[in-house]
Each structure stands twice: as structure tokens, then as C-alpha cells.
């Protein structure tokens, strides 16, 4: 038996969680005030995802960059590499809230969009 002790980072509540595992199967998690709390030690232990943010260069922008994030979760051990990904983008203004700057960042599936609009100068 394994267990794992995690901080829950679904809400600002922060619950303790304790995650019990068998032969690599989660046979429990206690701590949690949500049922989210439980899904995420369940995620956490097994496949863990996190949501990325960064920003991206701006030409002929108003601001010389605009701040993005990931559309989904992406896996926690691509972090890497789609950062590497978002570092080579430069974008054109203007550029509209929710455009996507980068289509399936590192084989993930995922995209990288605006969370900002920037007006062109």
C-alpha cells in the first residue's frame, strides 16, 4: 500500500488530501470538502494536467505582448515543451481575446490562446 499526501488546488480551500494507492490503483482519497477534491487526487497521482500561462511577443501592438494559456489542461511533463513552443511565437496585432496564436502547442492537442485583446498602432 502507498500513500500519497497532496494539497488539493481545485479552489482556495487548499484541502489536505491523502490518496491511498494499491498495486498503482487509487483505492482511496480522504481530506477532501468537494467532490472535485476527490477527482483531482485521483488525477493528480495518476495522470497529472496542469493549464498553462505565459505571454507572447506583440508587433504593431499597442502592448508589446499579450498573455495566452493553454485551452485545456495539458500533461504535467509537456510543460516543457510547449513553453519551448509558446517562446518561438511572435504574433501580429491586433489580436482578439480567445484567438488561437498556436494550434496543438507540442503534439498535445491543445492550443494557445489570447486572453487579452491588443489594438495594432
Do not use: W
Request: glycine share 8%; aromatic share 0%; hydrophobic share 40%.
Amino acid at each position: 500500500m502507498e500513500i500519497r499526501n497532496l494539497i488539493c488546488i481545485n479552489c482556495p480551500l487548499g484541502c489536505p488530501l491523502t490518496v491511498t494507492l494499491e498495486e498503482g490503483e487509487v483505492v482511496s482519497v480522504v481530506g477532501n470538502t468537494c467532490p472535485r477534491g476527490a477527482s483531482y487526487g485521483r488525477k493528480e497521482v495518476s495522470a497529472p494536467t496542469r493549464t498553462l500561462t505565459s505571454i507572447v511577443r506583440v508587433r504593431n501592438g499597442h502592448l508589446p505582448v499579450v498573455s495566452v494559456k493553454t485551452a485545456a489542461d495539458i500533461p504535467k511533463e509537456k510543460i516543457g515543451s510547449v513553453m519551448d513552443a509558446v517562446h518561438r511565437i511572435d504574433a501580429d496585432a491586433p489580436i482578439a481575446m480567445g484567438q488561437v496564436l498556436l494550434k496543438d502547442a507540442a503534439g498535445t492537442g491543445v492550443d494557445i490562446v489570447a486572453t487579452k485583446a491588443i489594438r495594432r498602432i
